[in-house]
């Protein structure tokens, strides 16, 4: 196969080449990477969107189809499968939806917590953990789940959805009785613990238990708590379908199941564990579904086990996160990151930082080259041991350890107030990782900026995630100092 290119094309670079034989075969311009090749369904698409193109070549001949896709195929960086078109056609055709900033069936918006016919002892405890104003996702949130409507609702990170959820389930527990009423469950044992904590400071006048039922802490001790009588349960999908197949956690009196990032909850990863513990739960149960971002393969897996759920949704387009600077970093070879990196953090006066890379192993191979030039940084991931991650996060919320490097596993809602900047040293391999990585700064309105490094293996991504959030990220300027 050969793709003779037009000289102008070669002078301006072509995306990459592959040899056979003797020949070489050029593939693929810069005017091709609009055009994401795992969306090609057909031959007869791939011949269409070739065709547009070929005005670009001089010669085209011994064409073989199979090394076409597979050309294309190495085009677009690993799990890059974003198409608009057919996410919004699908959003589209699950809510029938005309447009408005919040897909709801529920018209219904209270400007204070007040109006929200709310226990005294439950808003005491809300306003008492820095709550004054309701923001617009609590505004339509609480009350429908309080008065025990399923629900669906989705908003930007940062803006309240823990507490949404917290407070509706504390406003409709019993405390006269001793027994789980409500099971949340969370994707990491971060989050489950941070729930656990609101949960606590918002039911403080309340007298409400909870526990946190998670993987790598002691299951003699949950069984031990949980036997004493808890109201809530959050917990890690593995330990409470150990808990409930161990009947140490009794469904019995479970009234409300909650689901916190709910697109990763509803993920391969997890569904059939979801599954397998909703099977244990009262058939009559209220479910409540949260996320910052609902893809719509998650929205059509919740129609299995909901009632008619109200609906509070915001628009693809509308996923952005406002009062957060964004930025990119042209940085021609991989290896010049560091080197990069460095010299922002030699320049920039910085309160705290999170800094994500999309393994585990460059997590380490960071830190240790941060630390080899005299940077204090912390670093944490799945492989670490539960009680040396509560360790490491403890000393950053506390502001002991100014720069923190991660996986993912921190990118669903963990909340550390103090975070003026995130840095993608590796883009996320989707683009709703995006959103929650970057909300990690400038949460409930505050200032933060992100700043994404981007080499040429990285357009593809870039484009798809300004294209998902319809937003323009901005080459980071000479200034960047004063913008932290």
Request: with cysteine; glycine share 8%.
């Amino acid at each position: 196969m050969y793709f003779w290119p037009n000289p102008r094309l070669e002078e301006d670079g072509v995306v990459g080449q592959m040899k056979r034989g003797g020949g070489r075969t050029w593939f693929l311009s810069s005017e091709l990477r609009g055009v994401d090749p795992r969306s090609f369904g057909t031959l007869r698409s791939i011949n269409q969107a070739l065709n547009r193109f070929f005005t670009h070549f001089f010669l085209l001949s011994d064409l073989c189809w199979n090394q076409v896709v597979s050309v294309m195929a190495g085009m677009a960086p690993e799990g890059s499968q974003y198409d608009h078109r057919q996410y919004d056609a699908k959003m589209d055709e699950l809510l029938g939806t005309d447009g408005e900033e919040f897909f709801t069936s529920y018209d219904e918006v209270y400007d204070s917590f007040d109006a929200m016919g709310l226990q005294e002892n439950l808003l005491r405890g809300i306003y008492a953990y820095g709550f004054e104003k309701p923001s617009a996702i609590q505004q339509r949130g609480i009350v429908p789940f309080c008065k025990g409507l399923d629900v669906i609702q989705q908003a930007q990170s940062g803006t309240g959805k823990t507490a949404t959820f917290c407070s509706g389930i504390l406003q409709q527990l019993d405390y006269n009785i001793v027994e789980c009423q409500a099971l949340v469950l969370a994707p990491t044992r971060e989050l489950a613990q941070q729930i656990e904590k609101v949960m606590r400071a918002l039911g403080d006048y309340l007298g409400v238990k909870v526990h946190a039922c998670v993987g790598g802490t002691s299951v003699r001790e949950d069984q031990r708590i949980l036997s004493s009588g808890v109201h809530v349960v959050v917990g890690t999908p593995g330990r409470v379908f150990d808990m409930l197949r161990r009947q140490s956690l009794r469904p019995d009196y479970i009234k409300m199941f909650v689901l916190d990032e709910a697109d990763e909850m509803l993920s391969r990863g997890f569904k059939d564990q979801i599954y397998d513990i909703f099977q244990l739960l009262p058939p009559k149960i209220q479910v409540g579904v949260f996320s910052a971002t609902m893809p719509p393969e998650a929205l059509e897996i919740t129609r299995k086990f909901m009632n008619k759920p109200v609906r509070i949704l915001v628009k693809r387009d509308e996923l952005t996160l406002e009062g957060i600077k964004q930025f990119y970093v042209n940085v021609e070879k991989e290896e010049w990151k560091l080197e990069t990196l460095c010299d922002l953090y030699e320049t920039l006066a910085i309160t705290q930082s999170v800094i994500f890379v999309n393994t585990r192993r460059k997590v380490d191979w960071l830190t240790d080259k941060m630390r080899s030039r005299d940077h204090t940084v912390s670093a944490t991931h799945g492989d670490m041991d539960q009680n040396t991650r509560d360790i490491i996060m403890r000393e950053f919320r506390s502001g002991s350890s100014r720069v923190l490097i991660t996986t993912d596993l921190l990118a669903r809602g963990i909340d550390v107030q103090q975070v003026s900047l995130v840095i993608n040293y590796d883009l996320p391999t989707q683009p709703e990782n995006y959103l929650h990585r970057i909300g990690r700064s400038g949460r409930f309105g505050r200032k933060g900026v992100a700043i994404n490094f981007v080499t040429k293996d990285d357009d593809r991504m870039l484009f798809d995630i300004q294209k998902f959030y319809n937003v323009v990220i901005e080459e980071l300027p000479a200034n960047v100092a004063d913008l932290l």
